[in-house]
């Protein structure tokens, strides 16, 4: 930590990016970072690739997120929140491979320690605990703005409180946030309480494709472009549906296929799909997404795949684990 701090205090200009399809963590700690290098006088661009979901538009200067940056800009300092490889900011990987120092940020399990400084903590709630540390550390007072960002991220991660990765200090930052100013109704009302009528379609859509399988072990969702399209949805509207499938009784472990939407074509009708995987905490999914080049955390994981929905069904329903 203290390198990274001096590295900071050392750099005029850092690029701050997190993971495509954000959540909240993604979101919560790069405005929170992207605000803490302001008040230290320290330019930062703030960057992630995908579209803001609708969710997360009332975090405080949601709109310093820009979703290009130009390949010429000399940052000095790249810092890379929330993800467990470099690629997962997407497309700017290359250019942030340029950059002279890159600063990993993460509490993925699967991290493969990608750059020149690392910030990894398996056992922190969110990546937004390791900012709040880094804060800590650096003694900048956090904003009611940066409060936001930081409750949000950890409310998000551990699932209100409810996933594995909910410890002491998840409640002890919350109790800081909202003695600085953070309103739980707030947040809450903005996170859960405002769906649009058509997420609610989705979600009914997204019912309807369950499926059960290996003696009530394993629950598939389904989600297509056209179920996006009829019911007038956004990507981002997805996130939090893959918990129906994984709350069932009895079920070990939960597939979310996703089809992505990308205008690529493929051979013999294959698409590119994001699987996410949820467990009860018996099977470590992490393990089960790095066989497929994604990773995540032991209870939440993805990864991407060309192939079929019926194939991608066949694939998970042969996982070891569930035979
Ligand atoms: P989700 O299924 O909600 O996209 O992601 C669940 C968890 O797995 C998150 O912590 C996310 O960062 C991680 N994850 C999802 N997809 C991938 C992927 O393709 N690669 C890696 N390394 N991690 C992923
Ligand atoms: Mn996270």
């Known amino acids: 930590m203290k390198q990274i701090i001096q590295q900071l205090k050392n750099s005029r200009s850092v690029l701050i990016a997190s993971h495509i399809n954000p959540d909240g963590d993604a979101l919560g700690s790069l405005l929170a ?11 930062a661009t703030l960057y992630n690739e995908s579209d803001i979901p609708a969710v997360y538009r009332f975090l405080p200067e949601i ?17 890379i929140l929330d993800c467990s490889n470099l690629d997962r900011i997407g497309r700017a990987t290359d250019i942030v491979t340029q950059i002279p120092m890159v600063i990993n940020i993460d509490h993925h399990t699967t991290n493969t320690r990608f750059g020149e400084r690392h910030l990894i903590d398996n056992k922190a709630c969110a990546t937004v605990e390791l900012v709040f540390r880094l804060l800590k550390e650096m003694a900048i007072p956090i904003s009611t703005a940066m409060a936001t960002s930081i409750y949000t991220g950890i409310v998000t991660d551990t699932g209100s409180f409810r996933f594995s990765n909910t410890n002491a200090s998840a409640f002890a930052i919350c ?21 649009s009528l058509g997420r609610i379609k989705l979600l009914n ?30 990507p981002g509207d997805a996130e939090g549906l893959i918990h129906y499938a994984r709350r069932i009784e009895d079920v070990k472990m939960a597939a979310l296929i996703q089809e992505q939407a990308n205008g690529r074509k493929y051979n013999a009708g294959e698409k590119n799909y994001h699987v996410s995987l949820r467990s009860d905490g018996s099977i470590d999914v992490a393990a089960i997404a790095s066989t497929f080049g994604g990773g995540g955390h032991p209870s939440a994981a993805g990864f991407s795949i060309e192939s079929t929905i019926k194939k991608i069904k066949e694939t998970i329903k042969a996982i070891p684990e569930l035979n």
């Open 33 to 43: 970072l992207g605000l803490a290098m302001e008040a230290l006088d320290i330019k």
């Open 205 to 234: 859509q997204a019912l309807e494709s369950i499926e059960i399988s290996n003696n009530g072990s394993l629950s598939l969702m389904t989600l297509t472009q056209k179920m996006l399209k009829e019911t007038g949805t956004q």
């Open 63 to 79: 709109d310093r997120i820009q979703n290009q940056i130009s390949r010429v800009h000399a940052y000095e300092t790249a810092i």
């Open 175 to 195: 109790n800081e946030m909202v003695q600085l100013g953070v309103k739980p109704i707030h947040i809450a009302q903005h996170l859960y309480g405002s769906y």
